[in-house]
């Protein structure tokens, strides 16, 4: 098992599946959401659909998967983070369900990589910093005691997401 971190396009992620900082409607939006949709084609947005007729809209931390369309990726998991209000205990733990959901998502479909975006810090306002310390948090704590995935990727679009990660990925020794 190992984390590594890159600053890059999630998009061109040559791994098993790659995670989507979506929306509960599940039919794509801005950001990484709408990267993910347009680069993918129709066929995650036709999936999306089949789901939220079958169960309704997706919950906030809660993760679903899809096919990944034309993205290099065998699938997409597609997950809600929270919207930052307050920072209250129950945001930051939502934003934990999303990480550790999308893995347990994951390794029920025999993923051994996956490409993780900075979730939540776009439009839905979660401080950088915070958002970092909860990913790692989630994914080292998630690796600590299930050894299916044999790599996890964080996958900074943003130069000063990339150098949050680094920081906290040098200081528990992990890169």
């Known amino acids: 098992m190992k984390i590594t971190l890159l600053q890059g396009d999630i998009t061109k992620m040559e791994v ?17 959401d709408g990267a ?22 997706c919950a906030v931390g809660e993760a679903v998967i899809t096919t990944a369309g034309r ?5 997409v998991i597609h997950t ?38 900075n979730i939540s ?5 979660f401080p950088k910093q915070v958002a970092a310390e909860i990913a790692v948090a989630a994914v080292t704590d998630f690796l600590r005691t299930d050894n299916k995935i044999s790599n996890v990727i964080f996958v900074c679009f943003e130069k ?3 150098d949050i990660y680094s920081q906290l990925l040098t200081q528990q020794g992990t890169i």
């Open 16 to 32: 098993d599946v790659i995670v989507n900082a979506a929306n509960t409607s599940l039919l794509g939006g801005g950001g990484v």
């Open 160 to 162: 000063d997401n990339y």
């Open 80 to 117: 809600v983070g929270p919207v930052w209000n307050k920072g209250s205990d129950e945001e930051k733990a939502l934003l934990r369900d999303a990480y550790q959901n999308s893995l347990r998502l994951a390794v029920r479909h025999d993923v051994k990589t996956i490409a993780f975006p």
């Open 71 to 75: 993205l290099p990726a065998k699938y």
């Open 36 to 57: 993910i949709h347009r680069a993918g084609g129709p066929a995650i947005l036709e999936e999306c659909r089949k789901i939220r007729d079958k169960q309704g809209r």
């Open 121 to 125: 810090t776009g439009v839905y306002r």
